[in-house]
Every structure is written in C-alpha cells, then in structure tokens.
C-alpha cells in the first residue's frame, strides 16, 4: 500500500477580467449588491475563439507536469473534472490526452460539479494507494461565461460564476506519513434539482424539444439555484465533511495549517472560518478575483496558496467542497 502525494500544480485563467460594474451594463445589478451577497469583485470569463474548458486545462496541467518534475511519458492516467465538456461527448479527459500528447493512457472524466476536484484527488488517491498507477494528472476546469443568462431574470446565478483551469501531478508516496491520509465523499441526490441545469438531457428537454418549442421564456438550458437552501445545506455539510477527515485521522482544527474551501460565496467561507475559529492566515479564499469556478475553484486556490507560500512541507492541508448533486467531500492532505 502507498499514499499519493501532490508533486505538482498549476493553474491557468482568461485574461479577460469581468467586473462587477462591467456586469451592471448587462444586468440590473451593482457592485454593491454583489459584494454584499458573495464577496466577489470580478471574475474572467474566456475570449471565444481562443480557450475552451480543455485548452485551458491543458495550460494549467502543462504547468502542474513541469513543477512535479514527472516526465509526460511516466503519466499513467487522466482525471478530468468539470460540468462543462466542450462537447456533449466525448468527454475532456481524452481531449487533454490528445492535446498533451500523452501516451494512450486512460482518461476518466468526473461529473460532480463543485466537489468534482475532490472527487477526482479521491479516484486517483486509491489508484495510486493500490500500486495500479504512480502518476496521475488531475484537472479541474470549467468554462460557465457562455452558458449564464446575461440578462436581470438570471443575476442571481449569473454574477457568481467565473471561467478558469487548475491541475495537480499525484505521484506515489512511500512515506505513509505523508501525502493524502483520506478523502470523504458525499452525495443527497433529493435536493439535485435545487442547484442544477436539466436542459438539454436525454431524460428531459433534449435539442430537438428546446428548437421545437423556440419558447423565449423557456429557461431550463440556463443554470438554476435555490440560493438560500443551497447556502444553508452548504454549511452544515462543510462542517460536517471537515470533521470527518479530522476525526477520521486523530486530528483537531488546531491541526489544521490551511484549509483550501471551494470557492462558492466568500459568506460561505467566512462562516466556516468563524465556526472553526481560524485565522485569516489558515484559510486562503481568492473568490473576490476569480468568481465561484466550480470544479477549478480548489485546485486554483491551493496552486495560490502554495505559490504565495502558504503551504510548507509538514503542514496539514484541507480541502473542502460542497454544490450540486447535492454532492460535498473533502481530503485531508500532510504536505
């Protein structure tokens, strides 16, 4: 048996900065209104033409492959995590095999939303743990601008919501004391329609009924969210999911160096922190640039945190996550 370890990172976003007074052009909101509600000053939203949620991935991984110091030949598989492939299918993961020129390794796309980071570190811990692979690359990166209701009737979602890729090399660790010591993964599927997108789907609004109806009031292709529920449920299944991975390895939250939230609301995270009692330097958000990202939004922070020194050898690592599905999870990682 082995642990897997974090050998490297990177993370990649559009040039192109969104703000919240360029918003307001758009829709009937302000700067003020938005930073009220979730902490968020500008976001990037892609240039069309020049990123997808796969060329971006390919630049955050490019960075995370050279820090790790693994050759692209000693790749063994591909996680990919996102809800917004660049086609209905086939999937990223196998674009990025392609694009990287890796070789014809596996490559598994994971689809679970703002926990699907954590998710896809869990699938290559055990991987990794069983002796089946040695590297893995892992990338989280979603492209939300070209699928939001830039108008009033959809601010409430719109605003929140930002483009951009993270990536991290998992390399087998020898060392059990070091690594990713457990991962703890979560789903409420009753509350699935609650935070979701149901259209087009095979089970419901497919492309020939949404070009058939031609209905200018029909808004199932456009993200939804029961905001305050999803906040409410967010809460408690963060604190609940932290918990688990410390009790589940013998440690307290004063064991905890830094914790990496995915980036949903900075209220969201500001809660968690006051509830923990941890200071500003245990938690590192950067929601107030980058917006709510999704799948990128860890990966993202922690390649932040750990540029900016934050993250040092020895330090107790959590990451966190909580979206759609309802799923949640998190991973406790000794750097």
């Not at 240039?47 to 971006?56: A, H, K, V």
């Not at 209220?267 to 941890?278: G, P, T």
């Amino acid at each position: 048996m082995y642990h897997s370890k974090i050998a490297g990172l990177g993370y990649y976003v559009p040039s192109n900065v969104v703000t919240n007074d360029d918003l307001s052009k758009l829709i009937d909101t302000n700067d003020e209104w938005i930073q009220e509600r979730t902490g968020i000053q500008e976001r990037r939203h892609i240039i069309r033409g020049e990123d997808t949620t796969t060329s971006m991935g390919v630049k955050a991984a490019k960075i995370a492959i050279e820090r790790s110091g693994v050759a692209k030949e000693d790749i063994d598989f591909v996680v990919f995590a996102t809800l917004s492939p660049d086609y209905y299918f086939p999937g990223p993961g196998v674009l990025v095999q392609r694009d990287l020129g890796l070789r014809t390794v596996g490559a598994l796309d994971v689809r679970n939303q703002c926990s699907g980071f954590v998710y896809a570190i869990s699938v290559a811990d055990q991987y990794i743990k069983t002796g089946m692979y040695k590297n893995i690359l892992v990338i989280g990166s979603e492209v939300h601008s070209t699928g939001l209701d830039m108008t009033t009737r959809g601010r409430g979602v719109s605003v929140i919501f930002g483009d951009g890729a993270g990536a991290a090399v998992l390399s087998r660790e020898e060392d059990l004391s070091k690594g990713i010591l457990s991962t703890h993964l979560h789903s409420e599927g009753q509350h699935a329609e609650e935070l979701a997108l149901q259209a087009p789907g095979m089970g419901a609004r497919w492309v020939t009924d949404i070009i058939a109806d031609n209905d200018p009031n029909d808004e199932s292709y456009y993200p939804y969210m029961n905001g305050q529920f999803v906040f409410k449920n967010a809460v408690v299944r963060f604190a609940e999911v932290i918990n688990e991975g410390l009790e589940a390895n013998g440690l307290q939250v004063s064991d905890i160096d830094m914790l990496i939230p995915h980036q949903a609301n900075l209220r969201i995270s500001q809660f968690i922190q006051n509830k923990f009692k941890l200071t500003d330097d245990q938690v590192h958000n950067n929601i107030q640039k980058y917006g709510n990202t999704t799948a990128a939004s860890i990966p993202i922070a922690l390649t932040e945190a750990w540029e900016q020194g934050k993250i040092k050898s020895g330090d107790t690592v959590v990451l966190a996550a909580f979206g759609s599905g309802f799923t949640w999870a998190s991973a406790i990682i000794k750097w």
